[in-house]
């Protein structure tokens, strides 16, 4: 029961452009707190992808970009590569009830 | 270098309490604006955020599992521990703990660990 809404699938063929949007509200990232995303491989533990919004850690690929508008974020993958088929969550900060950390319903993004 | 891991039973019981620790290095649990959460998630499923633990005591749960949630830290040991009372067969999931980065964001996780609850 995320708050936070993506889609559960994208998909491209290599070197395509693919964007996951997640989807929140005004008590969420329409309140201004940052989204993060992360990328999980199957049987492994997430990754940081993108954090506060747009910035990459060290050692992220420069095709990964994150926006943030309103009350919707999104992940952008420029010049698609198989290694990225994986799955995508964003999370963020929800003020409601006693206020908590999120996550997004998850994306698996895959590679034609 | 960062890391940690997740340390507990495989299997508990349905009503049983659940007890997970995750030992931690790299970092200090006493620096400001450090924390370390735990996050959970079910097979084939979305990650969901459990608790949060933050380096002044402040401690963020869940608002759905906060009942049966408890989370303490042991600065001298580099340990956090979660319990988790009256788990039940859809507590099954892989738990993992992570280093939390300015009360925002997970940079660094656990390799995570299984937990099936079973009778």
């Known amino acids: 029961q995320s708050v936070l809404t993506q889609p559960p699938s994208v998909s491209g063929a290599p070197g395509q452009r693919v964007t996951i949007s997640c989807t929140g509200s005004s008590s969420n990232i329409g309140a201004g707190y940052d989204v993060h995303w992360y990328q999980q491989f199957p049987g492994t533990a997430p990754k940081l992808l993108i954090y506060?919004?747009?910035n990459r850690p060290s050692g992220v690929p420069d095709r990964f970009s994150g926006s943030k508008s309103g009350t919707s974020a999104s992940l952008a993958i420029t010049g698609l590569q198989a290694e990225d088929e994986a799955d995508y969550y964003c999370?963020?900060?929800?003020?409601?009830?006693?206020?908590?950390?999120?996550f997004g319903t998850g994306t698996k993004v895959t590679v034609l | 270098q960062i890391t940690l891991k997740e340390s507990g039973p495989t299997l508990v019981k349905p009503t049983q309490t659940l007890t997970l620790t995750c030992t931690f290095s790299?970092?200090?649990?006493?620096?400001?604006?450090?924390?370390v959460g735990w996050i959970r998630q079910p097979p084939g499923k979305a990650l969901e955020c459990l608790a949060l633990i933050y380096w002044n005591d402040d401690n963020r749960y869940s608002p759905s599992l906060k009942s049966r949630l408890t989370f303490t830290k042991d600065t001298s040991k580099n340990q956090v521990v979660l319990t988790m009372t009256n788990m039940d067969p859809v507590d099954t999931a892989t738990y993992y703990c992570?280093?939390?980065?300015?009360?925002?964001?997970?940079?660094?996780w656990g390799q995570g660990t299984l937990v099936t609850v079973s009778s």
């Open positions: 999370q963020s900060y929800d003020s409601s009830l006693s206020g908590s950390n999120v």
């Open positions: 506060a919004n747009s």
């Open positions: 992570a280093h939390s980065r300015q009360m925002k964001y997970f940079d660094y």
């Open positions: 790299g970092f200090s649990l006493s620096t400001s604006g450090v924390g």
